[in-house]
């Protein structure tokens, strides 16, 4: 059982490793497009460039949402299960009302 918890958690400390990696170089593909897509006219179409820039950003923008929104989901189901779940399972048993009444 602790090989599989080790490997479990292994592979998603490797897992949010990657999702970093991935997300990093989606930032970069997105500035670098941007850039790539500026030119000397975009100073009288201002709106046309905010739409551009917004259509660039916005899928690396979603995928960090998504990362960090599965990684929060993560966290807390480690905590549930490393150290929730164990805590229950020592306390079945016991009245932990009765301490509260007077």
Known sequence: M???????????AAAIVLGLAITG?????AVM????S???????????L???AKRIFSEPIDRIKDF???LLEGIWKFV????????AKLAEGY???????S
């Open 80 to 87: 549930r299960e490393a150290i929730l779940k164990p805590i």
């Open 25 to 29: 170089a989606a930032i970069r593909k």
């Open 95 to 101: 009245d932990l009302v009765s301490g509260w009444r």
């Open 33 to 36: 497009d941007f850039l790539d």
């Open 2 to 12: 602790l090989s599989s918890n080790l490997t479990r958690r292994a592979l998603g």
């Open 50 to 52: 905010w739409d551009r």
């Open 68 to 70: 960090v929104v599965g």
């Open 38 to 48: 500026l030119s000397w006219r975009d100073i009288f179409h201002l709106g046309d």
